[in-house]
């Protein structure tokens, strides 16, 4: 069945260093691919997405590549924040039925910014 | 109020209580779910409704029952649980008008079964 893979956290980074949070996914056809955020004591907010093969979702400084050859949507920032700290999720959606989508999340990655 | 919310935000319960949880929408979606969220476990579908019919049931035990009595709504009733069932549940709903159906969650319920 399908799954999304993400790199094991947390993830302890200085103030304005890179980011990255690999994510790989095996899916049959061509899903959408999101990357959610979940900040301490509160729900997921949908970070950005991607719908097709190099699409490139942005938002918040943060970017991910729909890779189809290699099947990954990497997470990077350039200069992260201490704002920044949170849970990260890959997912990829499986189409339903009655027009709905079945998401498929990763384990999630803990970011820790420090300053 | 917009988006997702949901009622209460934390809630504890005994074993034999029965106590629901509510969601509402105000994005004028047509689709909602049930989502559970244990610790160091990944994110678990467990309910979907779509124009306010279940569509996907993810072998969930019967103490919980969702209802949907309406597009905006959708109600988690608890009944008889077991401290395993304590974790963060989660609503989120989406469009379905075509597009990428992507969704929007609610801040989740953080249940505690003592």
């Known amino acids: 069945g399908d799954s999304v893979t993400q790199m094991e956290g947390p993830v302890t980074l200085s103030e304005e260093a890179c980011l990255t949070i690999?994510?790989?996914?095996?899916?049959?056809?061509?899903?959408?691919l999101f990357w959610y955020v979940q900040y301490p004591g509160e729900g997921l907010q949908l970070l950005l997405k991607a719908t097709k093969a190099d699409d490139k979702g942005s938002n918040k400084g943060f970017e991910a590549t729909y890779r189809k050859e290699t099947t990954s949507f990497h997470l990077e920032k350039g200069s992260v924040q201490v704002s920044d700290s949170a849970v990260y999720f890959c997912a990829l959606i499986a189409y339903g039925s009655g027009n709905t989508g079945k998401l498929i999340f990763g384990q999630g990655t803990t970011l820790q910014v420090k300053p | 109020e917009t988006g997702v919310t949901q009622t209460p935000r934390h809630l504890v319960m005994g074993m034999t209580n029965k106590k629901s949880l509510k969601c509402e929408q105000h994005l004028g979606h047509n689709a909602m779910y049930w989502y559970k969220q244990s610790a160091k476990k990944p994110l678990e579908l467990m309910f979907v409704y779509s124009l306010e019919e279940r569509v996907e049931n993810n072998s969930v035990p019967s103490r919980f029952s969702p209802e949907c009595p309406n597009s905006s709504h959708l109600f988690l009733h608890l009944h008889t649980l077991q401290p395993e069932d304590s974790a963060l549940y989660l609503c989120a709903s989406s469009g379905g008008q075509g597009g990428v159906y992507e969704q929007y969650f609610g801040p989740g319920t953080r249940l505690t079964v003592t």
């Open positions: 690999n994510c790989t996914y095996t899916a049959t056809g061509y899903p959408s």
